[in-house]
Nanobody, 123 residues
Framework: VQLQAFGGGLVQAGGSLRLSCADS????????VGWFRQAPGKEREFVAA????????RYLDSVRGRFTISRDNAKNTVYLQMDGLKSEDTAVYFC?????????????????WGQGTLVTVSS
């Protein structure tokens, strides 16, 4: 599993971005995938996760209703649609894959990590 996260950028508060997490391997469809973020001086925190089939999802309370996680296993890609962005969403966003296949919120259950992509929300 080799994950690549991309799609970050600079956006005004209230705007939208869509992050993508792509895998070059052939077993992506069996992994649960999560998005995490890390702001300067803070711990890495869970944002959203999706099960291997896409039937299960989990969100951080502060992003529920604004962010949507989805996946297209045919394209080996997981997406994070972020709407209604706030300045507190500014962080480096990472995607990770879990062999549990589930939408888990604890980073300890993730086995593979991609490089981060920076999201900056200006107020």
């Amino acid at each position: 599993v080799q994950l690549q996260a991309f799609g970050g950028g600079l956006v005004q508060a209230g705007g939208s971005l869509r992050l993508s997490c792509a895998d070059s391997g052939h077993t992506f469809g069996s992994y649960g995938v999560g998005w995490f973020r890390q702001a300067p001086g803070k711990e890495r925190e869970f944002v959203a996760a999706i099960s291997h089939t896409g039937s299960g999802t989990r969100y951080l309370d502060s992003v529920r209703g604004r962010f949507t996680i989805s996946r297209d296993n045919a394209k080996n890609t997981v997406y994070l649609q972020m709407d209604g962005l706030k300045s507190e969403d500014t962080a480096v966003y990472f995607c990770a894959a879990s062999r549990t296949g589930q939408a888990v919120g604890d980073k300890l259950f993730y086995d593979y990590w991609g490089q981060g992509t920076l999201v900056t929300v200006s107020s």
